[in-house]
């Protein structure tokens, strides 16, 4: 199709990714920025939340903005911000951390929005939500999980995903294995070395025991 032929969408919301320094916040961000540059897509701008220290990591793989989920007035900061921009947030991904906090920030966003549509914002959220969550009126909270009761659903789902979109993406450069790797060492004598690190904590990091040949 000719590119004058292709309608652009209007550029004026915010993909909220919470926990971008996790393992699967990393590929969040990355998948949202994949968005953002989509024409077609009203992504304008990636927002994301990490600790102080992971902040140039969550930069570098395509957050526009970082904060810092301790902050106590993060979620002000988040609504403030994007307010500033121009933009409106209607959909975040939570990695990892507290789904209230996402409810408060696309909350904030419901009166936007118009139409008689019930739900206005949507949050995708990577843990299993927890019971006893209240609700928020126009934010509808969603599992992410593969299709559970249609196989050929499901294995259509992995095959788009894994098969194609992620192999596309990683052989032209659009996405990169994240978190980094760090190898602690090779065969189960080196495994304890690995839990004493975690056991100490790691962050933004993978640690690997390497198979012994």
């Given at each position: 199709?000719?590119?004058?032929?292709?309608?652009?969408?209007k550029k004026?919301?915010?993909?909220?990714?919470?926990?971008?320094?996790?393992?699967?916040?990393?590929?969040?961000?990355?998948?949202?920025?994949?968005?953002?540059?989509?024409?077609?897509?009203?992504?304008?701008?990636?927002?994301?939340?990490?600790?102080?220290?992971?902040?140039?990591?969550?930069?570098?793989?395509?957050?526009?903005?970082?904060?810092?989920?301790?902050?106590?007035?993060?979620?002000?900061?988040?609504?403030?911000?994007?307010?500033?921009?121009?933009?409106?947030?209607?959909?975040?991904?939570?990695?990892?951390?507290?789904?209230?906090?996402?409810?408060?920030?696309?909350?904030?966003?419901?009166?936007?929005?118009?139409?008689?549509?019930?739900?206005?914002?949507?949050?995708?959220?990577?843990?299993?939500?927890?019971?006893?969550?209240?609700?928020?009126?126009?934010?509808?909270?969603?599992?992410?999980?593969?299709?559970?009761?249609?196989?050929?659903?499901?294995?259509?789902?992995?095959?788009?995903?894994?098969?194609?979109?992620?192999?596309?993406?990683?052989?032209?450069?659009?996405?990169?294995?994240?978190?980094?790797?760090?190898?602690?060492?090779?065969?189960?004598?080196?495994?304890?070395?690995?839990?004493?690190?975690?056991?100490?904590?790691?962050?933004?990091?993978?640690?690997?025991?390497e198979v012994?040949?």
């Amino acid at each position: 199709m000719p590119k004058c032929m292709i309608s652009k969408q209007k550029k004026n919301e915010v993909l909220l990714v919470w926990g971008a320094s996790s393992s699967v916040g990393s590929m969040g961000v990355q998948v949202a920025r994949v968005l953002r540059d989509d024409p077609q897509t009203p992504v304008k701008a990636v927002y994301a939340t990490a600790g102080a220290a992971n902040h140039e990591y969550a930069r570098s793989l395509g957050a526009d903005r970082v904060f810092d989920y301790r902050d106590s007035k993060v979620v002000d900061e988040i609504v403030e911000t994007a307010r500033e921009d121009g933009c409106v947030i209607r959909h975040c991904f939570l990695a990892v951390g507290d789904v209230r906090m996402c409810q408060a920030v696309v909350g904030a966003f419901v009166g936007d929005f118009e139409g008689e549509k019930e739900v206005k914002a949507k949050i995708a959220s990577a843990p299993v939500i927890p019971p006893g969550v209240e609700t928020v009126n126009g934010v509808k909270i969603i599992f992410v999980v593969p299709s559970m009761d249609d196989e050929e659903e499901r294995l259509n789902q992995f095959q788009y995903w894994l098969g194609r979109w992620a192999r596309e993406n990683l052989a032209n450069g659009n996405i990169r294995p994240s978190p980094e790797l760090r190898v602690v060492g090779r065969g189960l004598q080196a495994v304890n070395d690995g839990l004493d690190e975690l056991s100490r904590g790691v962050s933004c990091l993978k640690l690997v025991v390497e198979v012994a040949e």
